[in-house]
């Protein structure tokens, strides 16, 4: 007998992947966390039956969040990370020595112990000594932080789930207060091609741009996500989010989907997306 996990990506399109075995599954206080072994893509973990990564891809779009930015300002020392329970955001930013504080703010204690388990490609760095975990509501976090983070990285679910309020124009005004002068934040928008994301897209980018007085979106392909076409926001006070700083390129980073030509084309987006965030 096959085992096929099935996502809905809109009311006409479904994303399905063969699996071997179901590795976990149990329901939180917040949510229903499974993990699946699949011949394609590995292991891969759901929230409510929402694909949030695999092995296989995971790494674009923990690249993305994290090397964008720090690729803007590689003296980044203070980091205050909201959701990202997989470790994946971790991973890649404790590959900078430089950095000396990294807070992660995560509502479900449970999506932390089981990534640790079963999903150590994604959760390796979450013992690392900088790190601080705080299990509490990430718009709670944020409205008590001033002028303390240098980069805010915002890895939460969907719009539409436990992450609801981290799409919100206080959370996105509170993040702005807890940056420093130089401070960037980079949040996952969701992907602009089926009509339902696509709504929930614009209306995210639409509360960033309302906050922040620079402010851009950016792409990466992440084949397991709706439709592979994903979008990041990036916002600051004061940084160009297509200045890469020669000091990162010395650092000389391994990376497998990052580099600084596509970081700079990762901000040129088609014609039909600019057209929505106008």
Same mark, same amino acid.
């Given at each position: 007998m096959e085992l096929w996990f099935t996502e809905n990506h809109s009311e006409h399109a479904r994303f399905s992947i063969k699996i071997d075995k179901h590795l976990y599954g149990a329901d939180s206080d917040i949510q229903r966390i499974d993990v699946f072994q699949s011949p394609e893509f590995g292991r891969f973990l759901t929230l409510d039956g929402l694909m949030m990564m695999t092995e296989k891809d995971e790494f674009a779009y923990h690249e993305m969040m994290v090397h964008?930015?720090? #690729?803007?300002?590689?003296?980044i020392k203070d980091v205050l990370i909201i959701g990202a329970g997989d470790g994946g955001i971790v991973r890649e930013l404790a590959r900078y020595d430089t950095i000396a504080i990294m807070d992660m703010v995560e509502i479900d204690e449970q999506v932390v112990k089981v990534c640790k388990q079963y999903l150590p490609q994604t959760a390796s760095s979450l013992d690392d000594p900088r790190l601080t975990i705080y299990y509490q509501d990430g718009l709670k976090f944020v409205r008590h932080a001033k002028e303390e983070y240098d980069l805010i990285v915002v890895d939460s679910t969907d719009s539409d789930g436990p992450g609801e309020g981290l799409f919100t124009r206080e959370f996105y005004g509170n993040c702005l207060k807890a940056l420093k002068d130089d401070g960037i934040l980079v949040n996952q928008l969701g992907s602009p091609y089926?009509?339902?994301? #696509?709504?929930a897209m614009v209306r995210a980018y639409d509360k960033l741009k309302h906050?922040?007085?620079?402010?851009?979106a950016f792409q990466a392909h992440i084949p397991t996500y709706p439709s592979g076409h994903w979008l990041f926001g990036f916002a600051s006070k004061n940084q160009n989010p297509t200045n890469v700083s020669s000091e990162w390129v010395k650092l000389d980073i391994d990376t497998k989907y990052y580099n600084t030509a596509l970081h700079i084309g990762s901000f040129a987006l088609p014609n039909y997306v600019g057209?929505?965030?106008k």
């Open positions: 964008v930015p720090m #690729a803007v300002n590689p003296a089926y009509k339902a994301d #696509a709504a906050v922040f007085p620079i402010y851009s057209d929505m965030l």
